[in-house]
């Protein structure tokens, strides 16, 4: 399983600005991934959250970057699900590649919740969904507002 020796990760988000931004393809698991990446930010105590909707998880980047202007972490949700041709490949390296990108140019962290999965029923195992082994939204989201505290701490030396 690729939840085997996940870090427990526990942050105080008060007062951070986060921004989930989430394609809109696979209803089911993407509204698995959306509500644990709310809860973990309502833990961590984010109020209000931003939410925008995108098509899909090639659109997932431009979003991003658009959001990570006015947001302390943006949260990047997706998914791919393997078909019988390269689109898979295609979109999951331009997914991957831009919100790295945004990432790495803004200095403003991104949570990668994009899953890549063979099959529909792997992605269900991942949403956070009842009877799911991961909560991968969740698990974006505390990394997203992780990271933020933790470059919030680099800049002050």
């Known amino acids: 399983m690729s939840g085997h020796g996940a870090p427990t990760i526990t942050v105080d988000g008060h007062g951070l600005r986060v921004a989930i931004v989430a394609s809109s393809w696979h209803d089911t698991v993407m509204n698995g991934l959306i509500a644990g990446a709310q809860r973990a930010l309502d833990e961590a105590g984010v109020t209000d959250p931003t939410l925008v909707r995108v098509p899909g998880s090639f659109e997932l980047p431009v979003a991003a970057a658009r959001l990570a202007r006015d947001h302390h972490a943006v949260v990047a949700l997706?998914?791919?699900?393997?078909?019988?041709t390269p689109h898979f490949d295609y979109v999951c390296q331009a997914a991957t590649l831009?919100?790295?990108?945004?990432?790495?140019t803004t200095g403003i962290p991104v949570g990668f919740g994009v899953l890549t999965c063979d099959t529909d029923d792997q992605a269900l195992d991942r949403a956070g969904l009842p009877g799911s082994s991961e909560d991968k939204g969740h698990e974006a989201a505390l990394a997203a507002i992780s990271t933020?505290?933790?470059?919030?701490?680099?800049?002050?030396?």
Request: charged share 10%; proline share 0%.
């Open 78 to 84: 997706g998914v791919v699900i393997r078909g019988g």
């Open 148 to 157: 933020a505290r933790t470059l919030a701490q680099l800049a002050v030396r």
């Open 98 to 104: 831009g919100l790295t990108t945004v990432a790495t």
